[in-house]
């Protein structure tokens, strides 16, 4: 079941303008880039894109970029600090009139999970904290993916990256839970936070333009297929995304000053087993020996989280 749509209702009536062109140097089937793809069009132009170091690095490689907007580069911890200063500087600028309103910018901070929930959570805690007027897109790949697929907060139990492998002396692999960035965020009280998926890129521009109304900070975070890392084909991004949501693991929903409302509700759950065996970095689950206690834990915390839904949608902090 999916909720109305405000913005846009069908595919044709995404946006045209591309701020983001064709012929970058990241992995083919990029989930990460195709969010960005997709959040940009949704802004409509005049945008700064703080990028954290990460897979994104690639988007610059002097001297060329597909990016059509402005691009500051940062290291992994300090993005939100970074679009603290450009929009200060913008205020600065709007507020001596040197420059027209009409040209100020919207500042995007681009993170992976890693940036985010681990090594610059405490500058992005921060800058919430602080009521910073920007956006903030998370591609969640659910490990460091630049520098090898390594375990980060966000990847999942039961997931094998390079640093949680799987072995006899613990088969599943990832033992964690995955951080729960939404909650984390939520706990901050910002005006809106959402997440996304580019499987279903009208909701994903419709909450966008949504959040574009409010003032302060606007929190998205996407999963992010990632071919590589996951150990799946290029080609099948959109079949992997859209298993993400039918089976209930990645759930649509966004949150406006902390009212959290599920933007698709799967009728008919299919088996987490359907998107689970669709990568190989899950592959140790079901040889040479089938691993029916972890791979009923992974279900339960999904049919867990479904059943708290339904009774009752999360109420507001
Ligand atoms: S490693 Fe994964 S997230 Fe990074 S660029 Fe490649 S596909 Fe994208």
New binding site residues.
Partial sequence: MKTKREFIHNLKELPRDELLAPGSP????????LALRLLLKALDGNVAVVNAA???T?LAVYPYTPLRTSWLYTTMGSAPAGAQGIRDALDVLIAKGRLPREEDLRVVVLA?DGATLDIGLSSLSGAIHRGLDFYYLC?D?EAF??TG?QMSAASPYGSRTATSPATPLQAAGTLQQKKDLFEIWRSHHPPYAATLSTADPVDLVDKVRRATRLRGPKLFTAL???????GSA?SRGFEIAKLALDTGVWPLKEAIDGKVRHTYIPQRRRPLEEYLRTQRRFAHLFSPQRQEDVLHRMQQAVDAYWDEVQRHEMPPR
Avoid: E, I, R
């Fill in positions: 990241l992995c083919a089937g990029c989930g990460g880039l990460g897979c994104m690639l992976g591609y790949n993916g630049n697929f992010a297929v990632c071919p590589p890392g996951w290029p």
